[in-house]
């Protein structure tokens, strides 16, 4: 188990901010448990939520345009 460090666990969340927290550990050697320790440890909760909620507002709103 290699404990990531801010960056690295920032840079994976930039890379694909829809990974879930189980896929991090497993490409890096961690529990989901610790990976969601880190994200609080390291405050990149509110950080990759808001990521998130920024892709899916934007795959909503290309939805709904093609529904009209």
Same mark, same amino acid.
Not at 37 to 63: F, H, P, V, W
């Given at each position: +188990?290699?404990?990531?460090?801010?960056?690295?666990?920032?840079? +994976?969340?930039?890379? $694909?901010?829809?990974?879930? =927290?189980?896929?991090?550990?497993?490409?890096?050697?961690?529990?989901?448990?610790?990976?969601?320790?880190?994200?609080?440890?390291?405050? =990149?909760?509110?950080?990759?939520?808001?990521?998130?909620?920024?892709?899916?507002?934007?795959?909503?709103?290309?939805?709904?345009?093609?529904? $009209?």
């Amino acid at each position: +188990m290699t404990r990531l460090t801010k960056d690295e666990l920032q840079k +994976m969340i930039d890379e $694909n901010p829809l990974q879930s =927290l189980s896929s991090i550990g497993e490409a890096t050697g961690n529990s989901r448990v610790a990976i969601e320790k880190l994200l609080k440890t390291y405050q =990149l909760d509110a950080y990759r939520n808001q990521k998130i909620k920024r892709l899916r507002g934007e795959k909503a709103r290309k939805r709904r345009d093609y529904q $009209n």
